[in-house]
């Protein structure tokens, strides 16, 4: 068994694969992570670790090697099979395991990626294994939580689904306001993507909040939530037999 985990800023992902193929999840917060509260890895061959967060990646790293563990922890040197057009040590473990999940799962297609996390990030893969670059915004939540921290009366809320841009209750125009936004916004990245690079792309989300966003736009052809730790596995293979 190989136990894989890709710290987000929000939530912790651990998956644990039979070879390639996935037989167990949890998603944890990140702060109880960073407390040292987490699955136990169980009997497992060997651990890979994607993290974002250093703090949490330090204190993991040290727990697993107390339970007698030496994690691969991807970075920017770490073998994955792609070229890159962007600069590795700028780029997220998150970002570049997502876009190895979805070379993976998906080959013989051009890729965009969209990460749904506390932030989003946009992924641009080749089919022939080329990291063409991305893009970052804000995530959904991340949207909301600012108009009601930059305004005086605004109330904090959870995403909804698409609304009429007309709408008649704060709440409710604030959620379509929102939703409006990520809809244009992820259209018109595909379209420029599209355009500039001269080819056709198969559009997937993955990501916590990627079964919001979905219903956001149509322009979104597949969800897979945990691509990120499909192509943490994928590295991990690579890297032992390396």
């Known amino acids: 068994m190989i136990l894989t985990v890709v710290v987000g800023n929000t939530n912790t992902r651990f998956v644990?694969?039979?070879?390639?193929?996935?037989?167990?999840?949890?998603?944890?917060?990140?702060?109880?992570?960073?407390?040292g509260v987490f699955p136990k890895p169980g009997p497992v061959v060997g651990v890979a670790v994607a993290s974002v967060v250093p703090d949490v990646t330090r204190n993991l790293r040290d727990r697993l090697h107390a339970a007698g563990l030496k994690p691969l922890l991807v970075g920017p040197r770490t073998r994955t099979g792609l070229r890159f057009r962007y600069r590795r040590r700028d780029l997220g473990a998150d970002r570049v395991c997502a876009a190895v999940g979805a070379w993976r799962r998906f080959p013989g297609?051009?890729?965009v990626v969209f990460d749904f996390g506390t932030a989003i990030t946009v992924n641009v893969v080749l089919r022939d294994g080329i990291y063409a670059g991305g893009a970052i915004l804000p995530g959904i939540q991340m949207s909301l939580d600012g108009l009601a921290a930059g305004t005086a009366r605004l109330p904090r809320l959870s995403p909804g689904r698409s609304l009429n841009p007309v709408q008649h209750d704060t709440r409710a125009a604030m959620r379509t306001g929102v939703s409006a936004l990520f809809a244009g916004g992820i259209g018109h990245i595909i379209d420029r993507v599209e355009r500039d690079l001269k080819r056709s792309f198969l559009v997937v989300s993955t990501g916590g909040a990627a079964g919001v966003a979905r219903r956001y736009t149509r322009r979104i052809s597949l969800e897979t939530p945990q691509l990120a730790n499909e192509g943490l596995v994928e590295i991990w293979h690579l890297n032992r037999s390396t």
């Open 16 to 35: 644990w694969f039979d070879g390639r193929r996935a037989v167990k999840s949890r998603v944890v917060p990140t702060a109880s992570v960073r407390t």
């Open 109 to 111: 297609h051009d890729l």
